[in-house]
């Protein structure tokens, strides 16, 4: 039989102790296999160890094949076996992998790691000294044992988790530990490494989540209430906050113009990724940088922290050539064009950038030059000569998008300089037959060029140091911490940071004065030049690691410029540079399970959620609650009606409506008196933890998650008036009205939390809250860790009206056929091969737009009604060109050019 | 279905007499048995196994080394993957795996009628009552085998019979 086992995988430890144990080691070939490797063909995500027996068969699971070996040996299993292997895998397993991901992957300790499992330690610990035995199952080892043992020791074997207290655990933990099959079992997996034998293991590992393997999906796991029981404190401190009122406020610290550091306080400098000037974002995009990235901005502002957030268009480059090309404009006007597409799109979605700027300006050249001298003369930089091809007519070296030929694996006569649109095979610029400049037709010459490279080799060793220090105690996501590993692990290579371009901030060094730098070289200077056209004090943001945290927020593709690259770039030039401190990478948001294109116009792209007549909080409260957090999710309309119609509507917005229409219908805009019964005493404190737990979420940039607190609050908030029946009971006798009257109190106090805690994911929404409440402006600037009574007795509100209005199906139906992912007759558009638009004078204005979007609509939906009837077919062509034509003037009014070609990819 | 509910089912099945008393423990509602000599049992799987000692067929937890180890192996999965939290996504991940799984198989086991059979019916069909046809079609391996294990006599009791095409309506779904 064959065991195939993944180094590190905790599951190792209980198998091999199992095998020695029952004398089966000899009859094993063990195979090692890598940590993804689906050794099992039936199951979709991998498991390992698995072993393989001799008549094909396979055993998955770590207790099945530890059962297996034992008999084998002819021992039969018994009840209290059953029920300690059943246990394991239902409590201790889930319990255990969070601890074990606490500490080995995030590298957390103490509370963090003994908490999760504590209840199961407790468990083992007491059933051992009720039945005075030795072990488990009785007075000598059995399965249970080796299994539990196994389990537990990357744990146990630190004895800071295996607390004096629980004695009879101890002993049983040692007393296994010393046996020959489990030493045996230790030295081969973890290798003398201690903890760390696990670390690569499960950093490729899902997080696991408490208290149960968590789903996956845009479906999150309704929480019903807490499991969580109160303690009698916990209530009194809620109860005594909350009668604080407004006192229990922090104050208001003023903000600054320009926001700058400040010695003592939290200084939170904030970036998101620098979109590409050339393109319109989509939702993807806009999820993974500024959105995320204005969440943790403005509740970082809740919070009072000294914050600065900026962004900006990255905007030299080859592409921005191509696109200026393309669109009979130069470089400069490109980027001026689609700057303020950028801006205009971030601005409707109401980011809150400190300040958006750009690449392009004097003081990028000034501070990338700086750090490029550094390097140079601190023997960072190496020269080497590239072949490549240049154009003499134009007297350019030509990207590779600039070169056109035959393609030398399939012949076809218009492969690009990269890759062959008809076979698909990636090509080098140089091995072209017959290569043309695209530009003047001229064939180019092969000629080398000198480049520059930055060395990272040499600077690997002050990047891991820095890397070792910086990962232990921050929030860096798991991918991102993948990602970085694994570029180290294949060991860094020297990387060309110079360009033969025109668009591009200049390289200041003899012999290369027809040179630019590389854009990802000197895009991330860009946060550093954009900060300075902020401020000229923006030195003591970018040079001054010991005040200020640096949050970054992108894409997972983005990483490795962030965390390798730019870091190498400042390390070596020895300037006391910020560097960050938690790299936030988001994973893939997907459109309708498929990929956003832009050639195919498949998607919803930052411009069009405009004229979808959804409101921006609507698109940001979705797309924040599909954040790809942890792994891809999907945009799906659907989807989105249903968050809108049930989570929106339906919980927290008939809840807050309908605390602030109590006060208004029934106590004539008064906040009425309250007096708590201990059941309103409780609820208070079931709140209080919830926003505990949005807090802790939130430090950890844990976005999506948080959102959820919100909801959960107001979904007791619809319980509390539910059970209570303030409608019924205003009615009633002089008792029933005062319940009425606190039940109404407490109920939009909860409203003026929320408006507070919603604040960072929809702020025009928050705001329309805090005006209908008429909160004091000192409450709506600052999130308190605890729940005070924002709106005593007495206090009037203003008018209340409702917050979100219903989506209906057939409004979602035709948006999604609009943006693609229905059929429609796109297979007949790309049949019809568009010839390409010509270039575009200018954004037509919205009305224009939408005029001709409905004319799209409209006349799709003759050619299919015509298809539908199978009209006659001259008559169907007739039509689809007329649409085909519609659509063409609806691409130029939106500033983009029709790509009609099939297969056509890139952004 | 709550798990005293399905052990009643099996007990039936099994030909045991009533008398067994289940009391159900923390949030998850985990079955604990009383039994009347010696300490309770918890856990649906150990439950039920301890269940099919008493009515002496021993040969459902499988009669070589090999096969005991399989059908314990998909109780775990039972009470691990089946009653775990399931997001839509896990649900069709599970049905996509044991589709694949049974392809070549009568049964859990291969070729003989186990307990793994019984518990893995009892955990799906919340699920697979809910199926359209078409995923039914989707999962031909695991509807075959449901539609055999839910007319073993005894075994559905009073359970809704989930009806199955033998007719494939959808050729373009592979």
Redesign the interface.
Known sequence: MQLFVSDGAPGNLPVLAAAGRAGARGKLLISTVGPEERVVPFLTRPKLPVLKLDSDRYLFSTSAICRYFFLLSGWEQDDLTNQWLEWETTELQPALSVALYNLVVQGKKGEDVLSPVRRALIHIDHSLSRRSCPFLVGDSESLADIVLWGALYPLLQDPTYLPDELAALQTWFRTLSVQEPCQQAVESVLKKQGILAFRSYLQKQPQPSVPLERPVSNEPEEDELPAHTLSEEEIVIAVTIWEQGLEALPTLRPRQNPVLPVAGERNVLITSALPYVNNVPHLGNIIGCVLSADVFARYSRLRQWNTLYLCGTDEYGTATETKAMEEGLTPQQICDKYHTIHASIYRWFNISFDFFGRTTTPLQTKITQDIFQRLLSRGFLLKDTVEQLRCERCARFLADRFVEGICPFCGYEEARGDQCDKCGKLINAIELKKPQCKICRESPVVKSSQHLFLDLPKLEKRLEEWLGRTLASSDWTPNARFITRSWLRDGLKPRCITRDLKWGTPVPLEGFQDKVFYVWFDATIGYLSITANYTDQWERWWKNPDQVELYQFMAKDNVPFHSVVFPCSALGAEDNYTLVSHLIATEYLNYEDGKFSKSRGVGVFGDMAQNTGIPSDIWRFYLLYVRPEGQDSSFSWTDLMLKNNSELLNNLGNFINRAGMFVCKFFGGCVPKMTLTPDDQRLLAHITLELHQYHQLLEKVRIRDALRCILTISRHGNQYIQVNEPWKRIKGNEADRLRAGTVTGVAVNMAALLSIMLQPYMPTVSTTIQTQLQLPPAACAVLPTNFPCFLPAGHQIGIVSPLFQKLENDQIESLKKRFGGGQLEDSLELKAKVSKAEAPTEIANPEQIKLLTDAVTKQGNIVRELKAQKADKAQVTAEVAKLLELKQQLALAEGKPLEASKGKKKK | MAAAEELTLLEKLLGLRRGNKYSAQG?RQ?PVLQTNNGPS??????IA??LVKQANKEHLLGST??E???V??WL??R??RID???????IR?ML???N??L?DKVYLT?NNFTLADILLYYGLHRFIVDLTFQEKEKYLNVSRWFSHIQHYPGIRQHLSNVVFIKNRLYTNTH
Request: aromatic share 6%.
């Open positions: 949030d985990i049992l918890t856990g649906l799987a150990t196994a301890h080394a090999e005991k180890a399989v314990q192996q775990e999965y009470v691990t775990g939290h399931s997001s839509k996504e896990d991940t996509k795996d044991l694949s799984y392809e291969g």
